[in-house]
């Protein structure tokens, strides 16, 4: 079933099968071509002169996919994308990710990419919004602004020739992300979508869904500065200070019942997105399923049975 793991008795094995392929029967009507393993001949029309892209290649006569995925086309090109791989950026991609550097003039970040990523010192705001160049003492106070282990949130900028990743962070939307939790999931359940940063004020939560597989669920908190223009470079930052106003238990809640249905998503292969999360996050309320009780075996065969019903009546509709 997918491989999934989960600890089912015979029942829920039968129900979550049955839901998985109606789920099954629904997509392969609606992308009969789309799917291909390797071996599988891609249908195309040789009169119009196609080239054959990555993962396809040429069998008596005919195209032929090296790669399970599914089969993309523009103009003349055909490739095969490849659903389990990692993380491949392109340019305008809002990713999260973790510092795992502090060098000179620029941070290194972990962006669960084949290489870490750089943001550089020139490539992001400085908390006083003027627009200036860096100095020394910028470049001192660095860590006043991220440090190891921080988690951030930014833009990518660039591929450089040299596969160096370039991150950029010019906007107040972008930055450290603190008070809530990082979560890591299959980056092809994460699709580009024009907005990616999702401010839920009735739940008190901030959500930001990576391109590049991370997902962060922290508290939803006014834009502060982190440092001040004149703060000497010896002194401390303030987030001792800030870090003493504990997040109220019920926001604490809303967290991690969040966190717990972008989990139960990952864990069935679904697509990740907001519409599917509030969903899944009122079925848990509504239900009166406790909090951690939410990564059981039984809530997720609910979710995959909830999945099934809700495809299938939009696939009747448009109909």
Not at 10 to 24: P, Y
Not at 119 to 138: F, G, V
Not at 233 to 259: D, H, V
Request: hydrophobic share 35%; with cysteine.
């Amino acid at each position: 079933m997918r491989g999934i793991q989960l600890s089912l008795n015979q029942t829920q094995k039968l129900r979550l099968q049955r839901a998985l392929d109606k789920l099954d029967s629904l997509s392969s009507k609606r992308n009969s071509n789309a799917s291909v393993t390797v071996a599988d001949t891609i249908p195309v029309n040789h009169e119009d002169g196609v080239l054959k892209g990555h993962g396809t290649t040429e069998l008596g006569g005919q195209v032929v996919a090296t790669l399970c995925g599914v089969v993309e086309r523009v103009n003349k090109l055909v490739y095969v994308r490849s659903l389990r791989s990692r993380y491949k950026p392109e340019t305008g991609d809002i990713i999260v990710g973790r510092v795992v550097e502090v060098a000179q003039k620029r941070w290194r970040i972990d962006i669960n990419a084949n290489q870490d990523a750089v943001l550089m010192l020139s490539s992001m705001n400085m908390p006083d919004r003027i627009q200036r160049r860096r100095t020394a003492i910028d470049e001192l106070n660095m860590r006043n602004i991220f440090e190891e282990n921080d988690v951030i949130c930014a833009e990518v900028r660039n591929l450089q020739h040299d596969g160096t990743l370039q991150l950029q962070a010019r906007s107040e939307k972008y930055g450290k992300l603190d008070r809530g939790q990082l979560l890591k999931v299959p980056c092809y359940l994460v699709k580009r979508r024009k907005q990616h940063f999702h401010q839920l004020d009735q739940y008190g939560v901030n959500l930001v869904l990576g391109c590049n597989g991370y997902i962060w669920v922290g508290e939803l908190n006014e834009a502060k500065d982190i440092m001040m223009v004149d703060q000497p470079i010896n002194a401390q930052p303030n987030s001792t200070n800030e870090g003493q106003a504990n997040t109220p238990a019920e926001i604490r809640q809303n967290i991690c019942r969040i966190a717990n249905s972008i989990r139960v998503l990952a864990t069935l292969g679904f697509n990740i997105t907001m519409e599917v999360i509030e969903e899944i996050f009122n079925l848990s309320r509504s239900l009166d399923f406790v909090v951690h009780d939410m990564l059981g075996a039984e809530f997720c065969v609910l979710v995959a049975e909830r999945e099934a019903e809700r495809r299938s009546s939009s696939t009747k509709r448009k109909g």
